[in-house]
């Protein structure tokens, strides 16, 4: 008989997916808030006929505020914490396009679309972060799409990038 250990792992049976066959990997997304990083500071050189002179006064600096998403992956018996900007999940997206567009059993879910002017406000920041989970969460349930490398890397699997990258994230073990 199979010795039953006290102790099951984040107790997989309660948290398994439904329908997950035998040797599928398990894997969730839930987001966070997302926040704002504001990236280095540009300088601007202005060409005078003969000279590239520095301008370094502030007024002169252009800051690129690059809007993040956090975002925790729950990977069979462990999780880690991620984040990505808007254009690495656009990036994915047209990855896995790129990859399945001769798959007609496989149809990707709906990317957000991109804000084309103006900055986007908390109110449409959080409604992107909704959408955002929402499509991370509808790729993470197709068996197909889990199995492709360009989604297993962004997610950052074990079997991609090693499994000491995420070890402190493991659940109460080192």
Not at 72 to 91: C, G, I, P, T
Not at 98 to 121: M, W
Request: aromatic share 12%.
């Amino acid at each position: 008989a199979m010795s039953k250990t006290n102790e099951p792992s984040l107790e997989r049976a309660a948290y398994r997916s439904k329908g997950l066959k035998e040797g599928e990997d398990d894997v969730r997304v839930f987001f966070k808030d997302p926040y704002n990083v504001r990236g280095k500071d540009r300088l601007l050189c202005f060409v005078s006929e003969h000279t590239v002179i520095f301008q370094s006064l502030r007024s002169c600096v252009i800051s690129s505020i690059a809007q993040r998403y956090p975002f925790v992956v729950v990977y069979n018996d462990a999780k880690w914490n991620l984040e990505k900007r808007f254009s690495d999940f656009a990036q994915l997206d047209s990855d896995l396009d790129e990859y399945f567009k001769s798959n007609e059993n496989v149809v990707l879910p709906e990317f957000p679309p991109k804000k084309l002017f103006g900055s986007l406000s908390p109110a449409l920041i959080n409604e992107r972060k909704d959408k955002l989970e929402k499509y991370m969460k509808a790729l993470a349930k197709d068996p197909t799409v889990l199995q492709c490398q360009h989604l297993r890397a962004f997610l950052e699997t074990p079997d991609v990038v090693g499994a000491d990258k995420h070890k402190e994230f493991n659940f109460g073990r080192r």
